[in-house]
């Protein structure tokens, strides 16, 4: 785990700022920081819907932070009041985390912070952030690391899944990448009903809705890379 987020979430000897301090995130779902149902290892209802915030929160950035993935973090104190949240700017910048429990200061203590994305240091591999070394550095440190999908979840099965959703697509090209070995593609068409995409005159005008073309101009925002035919 990269030096500056395990000095942060722990003193300069390992301590750890808070006695019960937990990551949440997913990597398909980590989390850190006592979780809202207040006991160890149960997740609850409050506990995903902080999780779907730290998953829209790095989705603000999608196409921006590249070659990092889109990494957010929720800072939760014990009484269940947000105090902070960050997003990961770019590759090379402060991670979500260590921005969150700097802008809280002193009231971090005791908090629990919400990852949609394990912590690391990915120097430019950012599988890196799949492989769980920064949960088992950060549980060394006596830090409570709770996991969705490892962790008992204590509420409905809906509100989990939909937690896991979220944090699995606004990372879903790393996640695509890391399963099966190759990139994430998304081919675009636009054709007429009659299988046209120009009148017979050779004129050619919007085929797609401004709806649809919206949506195409917010995903191309977030490619690396595109081909036009």
Excluded at 20 to 28: E, N
Excluded at 89 to 117: F, M, P, W
Excluded at 137 to 148: A, F, I, K, Y
Aim: proline fraction near 4%.
């Amino acid at each position: 785990m990269h030096r500056s987020a395990a000095h942060e979430l722990c003193g300069p000897k390992g301590r750890a700022l808070a006695p019960h301090a937990h990551v949440s995130s997913m990597t398909v779902s980590r989390r850190t920081v006592p979780c809202a149902s207040g006991r160890i290892g149960q997740l609850s209802g409050p506990d995903m819907d902080y999780l779907k915030e730290a998953a829209k929160l790095a989705d603000s950035l999608s196409g921006l932070t590249q070659p990092h993935p889109n990494a957010g973090c929720v800072l939760v104190d014990p009484s269940g009041k947000v105090i902070s949240s960050a997003v990961q700017r770019a590759q090379g910048t402060v991670s979500s985390e260590v921005l969150a429990i700097s802008h809280a200061k002193d009231a971090g203590r005791g908090a629990t912070a919400y990852l949609n994305l394990e912590p690391g240091d990915c120097h430019g591999d950012s599988a890196a952030h799949l492989r769980g070394s920064a949960i088992k550095e950060l549980r060394s440190q006596g830090m409570q690391v709770d996991v969705l999908g490892e962790s008992f979840a204590a509420c409905e099965e809906e509100l989990e899944n939909e937690a896991r959703e979220a944090c699995l697509l606004v990372n879903e090209p790393l996640l695509h990448r890391a399963a099966l070995r190759r990139p994430l593609s998304i081919l675009k068409y636009a054709m007429t009903l009659d299988g046209k995409i120009a009148c017979q005159t050779g004129h050619s005008a919007w085929v797609s809705s401004s709806h649809a073309r919206a949506r195409v101009f917010d995903q191309r925002a977030r490619v690396s890379r595109m081909s036009l035919h």
